[in-house]
Structure formats: structure tokens, C-alpha cells
């Protein structure tokens, strides 16, 4: 991927959405009283997490959460949210009477250093009481997104 650094002086946030690589856009405007944004370009950093296996009712399981940054320059990460995205069973729905995402644990923000890597903290996955039992052992996958920004020198 080229990265244009003249571009990049005019970027206020970079947004990442995925389970391996994540999809990634950048915006830039006017954080003031208009919050118009114009995109500039696409830039990619990766938010990785594990899917989520053996999962019955009432079972507790946790997917570490890592960030890496693949530019010249360290990024700060402001969020991160995950959500149930696909199931292995077509018959089992992503849906929360299916599982259930909490909160993210981790401390933010996150500073990523150039083309480094950190750890950025986990998610409590649970299958509650209420799901289908074509669920039960069905491998989960989330999608988690996260916004970071450029860590000024």
C-alpha cells in the first residue's frame, strides 16, 4: 500500500473494522461546531481477535484483542467495540438471544508505536441461557472496530 505523508498531515482519525485485517478509512474536517468530514484517502491498520469455539449455554470465554500499526509513525487508539459477526451453523443466528459481547477491558487509549504491535485488552463473550441449541459448539466470529489517531511529537 502507498501511504502519501503530505495526505496524511490532514488526517484526523483512522477508523478499523474487521476480525484479521481490517477495513479502513480516513477522515478529515473541521471538528467545530460543523463536524464535516471529507474523506481523504484509505489508510489500513489491523485489529485482530479470536473467534470464539466450544461455546455452550451459560458458557464464559474471553478473545484477546491485539492492534497493530503498519506506519512510519506511532498511532493512539481511541476505541474498540466488537459485535457477533458470523456463525459456523447456518442455522445459528450472530444475535444477542445467541451471544452476547461485553464491554471492552482494556485501558485507552492505546498508544501503538510504529510498525509495532500491543496487545489492546479483551472481550467477555457469553452464550446466554436463551440460545438456539443448533449454537451450541458453533464457532463465532466478531467484528471489532476501532478508531485511532496520530500520536503528535
Not at 136 to 153: H, N, P, W, Y
Request: hydrophobic share 40%; net charge positive; with cysteine.
Amino acid at each position: 500500500m502507498m501511504f502519501d505523508f503530505h495526505r496524511a498531515l490532514t488526517v484526523k482519525r483512522w477508523v478499523a473494522c474487521g476480525t484479521a485485517v481490517a477495513c479502513v478509512w480516513a477522515t478529515a474536517g473541521s471538528y467545530g461546531s460543523g463536524t464535516e468530514f471529507t474523506p481523504v484517502g484509505t489508510y489500513a491498520f489491523t485489529v485482530d481477535g479470536s473467534p470464539m469455539r466450544n461455546l455452550h449455554p451459560g458458557a464464559v470465554a474471553r478473545t484477546r484483542v491485539t492492534v497493530a500499526n503498519p506506519f512510519p509513525f506511532p498511532i493512539s487508539v481511541r476505541s474498540i467495540e466488537a459485535r457477533p459477526a458470523s456463525a459456523s451453523a447456518r442455522r445459528c443466528k450472530p444475535v444477542a438471544t445467541n451471544l452476547r459481547v461485553g464491554p471492552h477491558r482494556g485501558w485507552l487509549p492505546l498508544t501503538v508505536p510504529a510498525h509495532g504491535r500491543r496487545s489492546a485488552g479483551e472481550f467477555e463473550i457469553m452464550m446466554p441461557n436463551t440460545a438456539a441449541d443448533t449454537c451450541q459448539s458453533v464457532t463465532f466470529r466478531l467484528t471489532i472496530t476501532a478508531t485511532a489517531t496520530r500520536v503528535k511529537r
